[in-house]
Structures are given as C-alpha cells and as structure tokens.
T-cell receptor, first 114, second 108 residues
Framework: EPEVTQTPSHQVTQMGQEVILRCVPISNHLYFYWYRQILGQKVEFLVSFYNNEISEKSEIFDDQFSVERPDGSNFTLKIRSTKLEDSAMYFC????????????FGDGTRLSIL | KNEVEQSPQNLTAQEGEFITINCSYSVGISALHWLQQHPGGGIVSLFMLSSGKKKHGRLIATINIQEKHSSLHITASHPRDSAVYICAVEGGTDKLIFGTGTRLQVFP
C-alpha cells in the first residue's frame, strides 16, 4: 500500500539554525499538509498546500516557516531560524481531495532544538 | 474551550474487554476522523465518517451529527490495540482539528 514517507526521522539542530523537513506524499494525491505535535500535547495544524500554493495556514505558521514542492514528489517544510519552542514531532500528510477523503500521515520527524 | 473533546483521557482494559472512546465537538463539521497513534509516534487513519456507522474488523465507529458526538468501539480488545486514539474533525476547510487523544492500554 502506498505511504507517505518523511525524512529524517529525528533531527537535532542548534537554536537559530535553519532546518528542512522532507516529505514524499502518495503519488496521486493533490493536497498536502504539515502538522506538529509538541510533546504531551495534541496535534496542531500548520499549513495546507494545493496546486503549488498555500491554501490555509494557522497562526503558528509565521514568517519563520515556509513550504515548498520543489519537484514532482517532495514536499518540504523549512524553519528559517529555529527556536527552542519549535521542538516537536512534525507530521506530513496527503490526501486525494480537500475534504471528505482520509488524510494519510507519515511517521513524523522528531525535531529537537538545542 | 477545546473544539474537540475526548473522554476518557486514559483507559486501561483487560484483554477481551469491550472498549468505548467518546468524542464531542462544538463546531459544524463535514467529516470526523478517528486516528491511531502508535507508541513510536506514527499516525494511522482508522475511519472517516460523516453519518451513521462504519466497521472494520474489531473496530466500530459511530457518529450522531445532531448531538455532535462520535464513539469508537473496540470489541475483544487485545494488547496490540494499546495506542493513543485521536478524534479529529474537518470543519469544511482544509485543516483537521484534533482532540487531545485517549491513551488506551490493554493488558493480557
């Protein structure tokens, strides 16, 4: 069964450094998402992406964050200057349609900011 | 106030028991999702429903749109069912709004 893959599984970065989290969505999916989960808290929506542009973003997704689909397969989340509070598990998801279809999640990237 | 509330927060069961996890929401929705988060962190979609009831193996999900309530049932629970079960709703936009999850432990 096709799956969403995320790399790396764990990223350790110094505060202030840039980090790029990578995702390969399911190939025929058109809608892409990033979520984050701070340790011990619920999953929170960051951003959705369709047709090479952001379709919705949350208050968390400030100017430090950006997303890109640089080629036909990868979907990336960049954090420009990481802060301690960016430490979290970041999940990528994809779906066939905007609403009414299940979202398929990757296994997540655990980001640790030192 | 959270838009999606789950109960209980923690649940312990003996193998074979029937389990119910509840989800209430306060927003209008187009669909509700039940997800399973494994101890390692990965998230798996179990059900997506907008009305009625769905069944997959030992799992059953129901939703009552009028009462803004959904339940996830596990019949004949097994230790491998131990995980965090998360309810999430689609409010007609792209994003999913998540509950805080129910941590289930099933002991042999």
């Amino acid at each position: 069964e096709p799956e969403v893959t995320q790399t790396p599984s764990h990223q350790v970065t110094q505060m202030g450094q840039e980090v790029i989290l990578r995702c390969v969505p399911i190939s025929n999916h058109l809608y892409f998402y990033w979520y984050r989960q701070i340790l011990g808290q619920k999953v929170e929506f960051l951003v959705s992406f369709y047709n090479n542009e952001i379709s919705e973003k949350s208050e968390i997704f400030d100017d430090q964050f950006s997303v890109e689909r640089p080629d036909g397969s990868n979907f990336t989340l960049k954090i420009r200057s990481t802060k301690l509070e960016d430490s979290a598990m970041y999940f990528c998801a994809s779906s066939e349609a905007r609403v009414g279809q299940p979202q398929h999640f990757g296994d997540g990237t655990r980001l640790s900011i030192l | 106030k959270n838009e999606v509330e789950q109960s209980p927060q923690n649940l312990t069961a003996q193998e074979g028991e029937f389990i119910t996890i509840n989800c209430s929401y306060s927003v209008g929705i187009s669909a509700l999702h039940w997800l399973q988060q494994h101890p390692g962190g990965g998230i798996v979609s179990l059900f997506m429903l907008s009305s009625g009831k769905k069944k997959h193996g030992r799992l059953i999900a129901t939703i009552n749109i009028q009462e803004k309530h959904s339940s996830l049932h596990i019949t004949a629970s097994h230790p491998r069912d131990s995980a965090v079960y998360i309810c999430a709703v689609e409010g007609g936009t792209d994003k999913l709004i998540f509950g805080t999850g129910t941590r289930l432990q099933v002991f042999p």
